[in-house]
């Protein structure tokens, strides 16, 4: 305990301007934002990587109803806590995520976490917040992040209904239209490349920038990760066996753990939302 109050001391030296009900707020916000957070990734993105004061956050959460906490399993077999909004979560993450200056548009709602895909779901966040990291030391804002499950939905409504009025040429054209405006690489052979999350952002001048990340974990294959680091994906290795996976294709880690291959960050434009 008293380690654990050190370090809270510290924490609360470094970081002094934010107070525990904004780190709250921010915590909850991303809760909503990413679907399920897991609680040691919280801690470090938003409470200074403190346990003790991210505990007392989420039992205040859980009384009011608001955060359901439950445990996973890793994937060397080691548990984890994961954090998802209840119905009355989602109404109070939208408030919050609006107050941040996010767009009317972000998704915030409940997702179904199954357990053997937690452990990829939750690494998400942690990739993310790293991007997000990165763009705020660029002063850049984030404005907006799509989860694959949305980009996937939207590409696929828009195709569906082409199919069913012109057909499956109409379809494909329709679906690489769309692809093109939300800022995803199509491959040679007409795939479309999700990422695990789409970060929107506005840079220092005012402009509108995506960046595409994928968290990488260590039953990817080799081609997969291949095409989307050169379609210039950010990608995050999720454990030492991704690393080790990345480290063997040639990818190389940048200064802040990232494994880039060319540019992360699409060019600044103005965005069709």
């Not at 957070?37 to 009384?63: C, K, M, Q």
């Not at 359901?68 to 109070?92: H, Q, R, S, Y």
Request: charged share 30%; net charge positive.
């Amino acid at each position: 305990m008293r380690d654990g109050h050190r370090r809270e001391y510290a924490a609360g030296r470094e970081r002094g301007s934010i107070s525990f009900p904004e780190r709250c707020a921010g915590a909850l916000a991303d809760i909503g934002v990413h679907g399920a957070v897991s609680f040691r990734d919280l801690a470090e993105a938003r409470f200074g990587g403190h346990p003790y004061t991210t505990r007392r956050a989420v039992d205040l959460w859980i009384r009011d109803g608001l955060v359901t906490e439950t445990t996973a399993t890793g994937p060397n077999g080691n548990p984890f806590k994961v954090l998802t909004l209840t119905p009355a979560g989602v109404g109070d993450a939208r408030k919050l995520a609006a107050e941040r200056g996010m767009d009317p548009g972000q998704r915030i709602d409940i997702p179904r976490v199954r357990s053997e895909q937690a452990s990829h779901d939750t690494a998400v966040y942690r990739a993310t917040w790293k991007e997000r990291q990165r763009l705020r030391s660029q002063r850049a804002t984030m404005r907006r992040v799509r989860l694959d499950t949305e980009l996937r939905s939207a590409v696929a409504r828009g195709s569906e209904s082409a199919r069913k009025k012109d057909g499956k040429r109409a379809a494909d054209a329709e679906r690489h239209r769309i692809a093109h405006e939300l800022g995803l690489p199509v491959d040679d052979e007409g795939s479309v490349l999700y990422p695990d999350a789409q970060i929107e952002y506005t840079d220092a001048e005012g402009r509108t920038g995506r960046v595409n990340v994928e968290a990488v974990s260590g039953d990817y294959r080799e081609p997969a990760v291949r095409a989307k680091a050169a379609a210039g994906f950010a990608i995050r290795a999720s454990g030492s066996a991704a690393a080790a996976l990345l480290g063997r294709i040639g990818l190389s880690a940048g200064e802040d753990g990232s494994w880039l291959r060319g540019p992360a960050d699409r060019d600044p434009a103005s965005v069709e939302l």
